[in-house]
């Protein structure tokens, strides 16, 4: 009995021993011609055996590279689309660059920071107060998500104080939301708990 794992590598394990025997049997086909129809059926194989493929973009093209991949380079056919070499798919894409911006403080997230800019520059009114309690209780839940135990009321006043340079501060009456559960009060998720 041979077992797979003494067989010869799978060039593309995703399409089974199988697709790969018969292409080594295309490639010893003789007459061209006949070659190519047994590609072409071979491809036809593999979208039945992939049908989900077809909603990818350019898939014909991807199927033939696979199909020249699978014969290692060697398989003789004239090709309907230009099949990508070897040195172009081994090739490393480049890294990406990371927008790299300080933040004051990194827990509560650039966006917040972004926000805080904002709140600012906005007039003062109900509207202010609105957002300022609200960003609060948001800053509250990030510093919560981030370290539980750092967690304190105050400090999130004064970074809220600090982020927008002592324009934007929590009025006297004001009452953090509660967090303890994730969610703050009057939330959708926090309804759900109560309901059951």
Avoid at 44 to 66: F, G, H
Wanted: net charge neutral; aromatic share 8%; with cysteine.
């Amino acid at each position: 009995m041979t077992y797979n794992t003494q067989r010869e590598k799978l060039i593309l394990p995703e399409y089974g021993r199988t697709i790969q025997e018969m292409v080594d049997i295309c490639m010893s086909i003789e007459d061209r011609a006949q070659r190519q129809q047994c590609a072409e059926s071979i491809i036809a194989i593999m979208v039945t055996m992939n049908p989900s493929v077809r909603q990818q973009p350019d898939y014909e093209q991807k199927l033939w590279d696979q199909l020249a991949i699978l014969s290692n380079y060697k398989l003789d056919i004239d090709y309907p689309y230009e099949v990508l070499k070897a040195e172009e798919i081994a090739e490393r894409p480049k890294p990406l660059k990371y927008p790299m911006q300080r933040i004051r403080y990194r827990h509560y997230g650039h966006l917040t920071e972004a926000f805080m800019k904002e709140l600012k520059e906005m007039p003062e009114g109900e509207d202010r107060e609105r957002l300022t309690s609200m960003m609060a209780n948001f800053m509250k839940r990030s510093l919560y998500n981030w370290n539980r135990d750092a967690m304190d009321e105050r400090k999130v006043a004064a970074d809220l104080s600090s982020y927008t340079d002592g324009q934007a501060a929590l009025s006297e009456d004001f009452h953090f939301a509660s967090v303890s559960n994730g969610h703050l009060p009057g939330s959708n998720a926090s309804k759900k708990k109560r309901k059951r």
